[in-house]
Nanobody, 115 residues
Framework: QVQLVESGGGLVQAGGSLRLSCASS????????MAWYRQAPGKERELVAA???????NYADSVRGRFTISRINAKNTVYLQMNSLKPEDIAVYYC?????????WGQGTQVTVSS
């Protein structure tokens, strides 16, 4: 069973930064894609950022230019650097990794931004 362990969430003032990490118990070298999703209270889960096996990235319009997704294969970890945080970024952030054999989710980490 694959485990994805997220960390780095917390409380930050508007304009501040956080870096989320997602450590995988399985090598991510063969992962098709890795992504971060978020779910705010009362809203559906939405894609925030994704990175493919080839390193291509895509971002939600709401975070483009503020957030950066990256991966370090040697550490089996994907990161989400979040800058210029806004109150509308408040949500539980989930790591998602897709392999040919299946897709896995982390348990989520809370991000709270105070105005």
């Amino acid at each position: 069973q694959v485990q994805l362990v997220e960390s780095g969430g917390g409380l930050v003032q508007a304009g501040g930064s956080l870096r989320l990490s997602c450590a995988s118990s399985r090598s991510i070298v063969g992962a098709i894609s890795m992504a971060w999703y978020r779910q705010a209270p009362g809203k559906e889960r939405e894609l925030v950022a994704a990175i493919s096996s080839g390193g291509s990235t895509n971002y939600a319009d709401s975070v483009r230019g503020r957030f950066t997704i990256s991966r370090i294969n040697a550490k089996n970890t994907v990161y989400l650097q979040m800058n210029s945080l806004k109150p509308e970024d408040i949500a539980v952030y989930y790591c998602n990794v897709r392999w040919r054999g299946g897709t896995y989710w982390g348990q989520g980490t809370q991000v709270t931004v105070s105005s």
